[in-house]
């Protein structure tokens, strides 16, 4: 068995692996885990990964999770281009600083959205308005500091070409905007810099990607989301209990 992926297209790192695979050619069978059908929960991915989360990499017998340590082992076993995660160590440390503050500061806080306006109301929970309104200046803020410490002049967020952060960073805001909220209105830099990732992916390739998230707002108007297992259930009230 060659590579696998398990990836479910509305998780932003599942993009991000899916697109970077895709870009560079790297042939890889497609395993899709339904987190909203709690699949990822269930006997049968245990095995696959017992830390229950996508994006999960199998490649033979050996299993890897988290989408930045998947990006790094595809960059070195399919000799991707330099840019991408390059061998100079001050560009590549550029890289890792990036993401390191996307886990403090992108991670948790632009996924919010998503759950106020789709997955809380799913199982009958609201999201009070105060904690959306303390999230949208999380937003706004971190995006400020995205596009003065890390765009800055640049034509991309550690250098002048695409690199990992660019992707991670791309998805992440998308989903921001599926739920309604263009966060790139009025902020000409980042919306310069948005179209010239989606350029250099190819446009095709970013709207195959985004089809699951960008239809969740409709699919849940016409409420045909799947119903969440009883197992995800409690994982989605725990989650939601923690937002700030």
């Not at 999380?138 to 002049?153: P, R, V």
């Not at 992916?201 to 108007?221: F, K, S």
Request: proline share 6%; charged share 25%.
């Amino acid at each position: 068995m060659g590579l696998e992926l398990y990836l479910d297209l509305i998780s932003q790192p599942s993009r991000t692996v899916y697109i970077f695979a895709k870009k560079n050619g790297i042939p890889f069978k497609l395993r899709t885990v339904e987190l909203l059908k709690g699949q990822h929960l269930s006997k049968e991915f245990f095995p696959v990964n017992s830390l229950q989360r996508v994006p999960t990499l199998k490649d033979g017998d050996f299993v890897l999770s988290q989408s930045v340590a998947i990006l790094i082992y595809l960059s070195f076993k399919y000799q991707t281009a330099d840019h991408w995660y390059p061998s100079d160590l001050q560009a590549r440390v550029r890289i890792h600083e990036y993401l390191g503050w996307h886990a403090d500061r992108i991670r948790g806080t632009f996924g919010v959205p998503l759950w106020a306006k789709v997955l809380a109301p799913l199982i009958g929970v609201q999201v009070p308005e105060e904690k959306v309104k303390h999230n949208r200046t999380n937003i706004d803020n971190a995006l400020q500091h995205l596009e003065d410490k890390f765009l800055g002049h640049r034509s991309f967020l550690t250098s002048q070409q695409v690199t990992l952060a660019d992707i991670m960073a791309l998805e992440e805001l998308m989903q921001v905007v599926a739920v309604g909220y263009n966060l790139f209105e009025g902020r000409p830099r980042l919306a310069a810099w948005r179209e010239r990732v989606e350029a250099f992916l190819g446009i095709d390739l970013c709207q195959e990607v985004r089809v699951p998230i960008l239809n969740i707002l409709e699919e849940a108007a016409k409420k045909t989301l799947p119903e969440p297992s009883p197992e995800f259930y409690t994982n989605m009230l725990h989650r939601i209990s923690r937002i700030p």
